[in-house]
Nanobody
Framework: QVQLVESGGGLVQPGGSLRLSCAAD????????MGWYRQAPGKQRELVAA???????NYAVSVKGRFTISRDNAGNTVSLQMNSLKPEDTAIYYC??????????????WGQGTQVTVSS
């Protein structure tokens, strides 16, 4: 029903920038929330940033002031602009969406993940 197409990620030096994008393709649904999570080796998956259908945003304390999440409702796309990257940001980043189907059922979908490595 929903396919998440992720792009971006890669290797960047400390202080550099990357931009992640995630597009939700499909039909028969509307999106309640889109966001990015990350999981580093040996750690649990954590919320990085999320944006609601109303445009409200939430950020992890560790990324506030450095990351910016935005949503294109028309294109069902969420982007995460990551600036001033630190080695601690190294992780696999996953796009997550919560949708509302035509039967008003809420479902969650996860992307396959994209690697972000911050290292010199």
């Amino acid at each position: 029903q929903v396919q998440l197409v992720e792009s971006g990620g890669g290797l960047v030096q400390p202080g550099g920038s990357l931009r992640l994008s995630c597009a939700a393709d499909g039909s028969g649904f509307s999106i309640n929330t889109m966001g990015w999570y990350r999981q580093a080796p040996g750690k649990q998956r954590e919320l990085v940033a999320a944006v609601t259908s109303e445009g409200n945003t939430n950020y992890a304390v560790s990324v506030k002031g450095r990351f910016t999440i935005s949503r294109d409702n028309a294109g069902n796309t969420v982007s995460l602009q990551m600036n001033s990257l630190k080695p601690e940001d190294t992780a696999i980043y996953y796009c997550k969406v919560e949708i509302r189907t035509t039967t008003w059922v809420r479902l969650q979908y996860w992307g396959q993940g994209t690697q972000v490595t911050v290292s010199s």
